[in-house]
Nanobody, 124 residues
Framework: VQLQASGGGLVQAGGSLRLSCAASGRAFSSNAMGWFRQAPGKEREFVAAIRRSGGYTYYADSVKGRFTISKDAAKNTVFLQMNSLKPDDTAVYYC??????????????????WGQGTQVTVSS
């Protein structure tokens, strides 16, 4: 197993959750790691990503200012801190890694491996 996501759950609107993604093998030596989410009946969408080198971050407009992606290189783990959660944030969240070009870090098709997903449910 190269990616193991955890930390999802049920939270009220306005609350916070912190997702973790433990990477092993080639996953953590990739160019970037990202978080995506998929709600029922919708396509998988980009949430955030972080470069392995330099730690530059990328965010979807819908989460900018509320979510923060970070990494702990010593623990081979990437985090997604989610604050001010809204019901629209309800989805299965997936972490992933990519060896692709960094200009396409928001493109789901650029990712080479995926974790199993963790459910986040935000009640109104």
């Amino acid at each position: 197993v190269q990616l193991q996501a955890s930390g999802g759950g049920l939270v009220q609107a306005g609350g916070s959750l912190r997702l973790s993604c433990a990477a092993s093998g080639r996953a953590f030596s990739s160019n970037a790691m990202g978080w995506f989410r998929q709600a029922p009946g919708k396509e998988r969408e980009f949430v955030a990503a972080i470069r392995r080198s330099g730690g530059y971050t990328y965010y979807a407009d819908s989460v900018k200012g509320r979510f923060t992606i970070s990494k702990d290189a010593a623990k081979n783990t990437v985090f997604l801190q989610m604050n001010s959660l809204k019901p629209d944030d309800t989805a299965v969240y997936y972490c992933a890694f990519t060896y692709g070009i960094l200009s396409s870090v928001r493109d789901v098709n650029q990712y080479n491996g995926w974790g199993q997903g963790t459910q986040v449910t935000v009640s109104s």
